[in-house]
């Protein structure tokens, strides 16, 4: 643990933490949002992240990367930054959509992918954003369960998260259907759980109605991850001020593994 004078951020994140107006950058590229944040705290921060992940995608690193493991010990704060992609509709379900990548011959996958991206936006509208990528009950149950894990790892350890972010993505049909629901159930689960949560559209949504962010009308620009970074830090501020005891070493490990 680096102390309350350098916090160590540990981020779970999706592409909206490490995609810039361009595309992907690396976690380190000082102007995405988790930087922006460490840099405000004057600390560091680890981001944990992928294409497409959701809260289950965060729970499954959590348990199963033993860099993760490493990583809690050391950490002074935890950024539950998913859920936003949980909303996206996703009209082939989760294991045909992301089993694709697993067709071979190469030539029948690339046919396959583009036939099911041709087709997305227009079924994201014909079936009004159902299903989502994950209901918002699981994102519940599984951010629960991760509060949970890392309450028993670390008793006294920070944990914050936010609320899904907006878009204007041709790709899905513009359709967001999905986020109020999540956003609400999001919202009564964190208020029950003590988690702070960021509001990620008040933040970013004006950046993202007014076309300054990803051409993809997803991602942000770096107007929007300097803001949500800016916003981010206010909210973790004064939880890693406090002085903390937690378990460290093999203590702690077998509550992970």
């Known amino acids: 643990m680096s102390g309350p004078g350098s916090p160590r951020l540990l981020v779970f994140g999706d592409s909206l933490s490490f995609h810039g107006p361009e595309g992907g950058h690396p976690a380190d590229d000082p102007r995405l949002w988790p930087n922006v944040t460490a840099r405000e705290l004057g600390g560091h921060a680890e981001l944990v992240a992928g294409t ?45 959509r ?84 999540a956003a609400a159930a999001l919202s009564r689960w964190a208020a029950g759980a003590g988690v702070p949560l960021l509001d990620v559209p008040a933040v970013v949504g004006r950046h993202i109605d007014h076309g300054r962010g990803n051409p993809d009308g997803m991602h942000w620009g770096w107007e929007g991850h300097a803001l949500v970074g800016q916003a981010m830090a206010t909210l973790i501020g004064p939880l890693v001020t406090r002085p903390r005891h937690d378990m460290t070493g093999s203590e702690a490990v077998g509550h992970v593994g």
């Open 98 to 181: 992301t089993g694709l990548r697993y067709l071979r011959p190469d030539r029948v996958r690339r046919v396959a992918r583009l036939a099911y991206l041709a087709a997305q936006p227009a079924l994201s509208v014909v079936l009004r954003g159902r299903p989502p990528a994950l209901p918002a009950r699981l994102t519940v149950r599984y951010l629960d369960t991760a509060v949970s894990a890392l309450g028993v790892l670390r008793p006294t350890l920070p944990v914050v998260g936010w609320l899904p972010s907006v878009h204007r993505a041709a790709s899905y049909g513009y359709v967001q259907a999905n986020r109020p629901r």
């Open 52 to 96: 497409g992940w959701t809260a289950r995608d965060a729970w499954w690193s959590m348990t199963g990367d033993p860099r993760v493991w490493a990583e809690l010990h050391r950490a002074d704060v935890v950024v539950l930054a998913v859920g936003s992609m949980d909303t996206l509709p996703s009209p082939l379900p989760t294991y045909l």
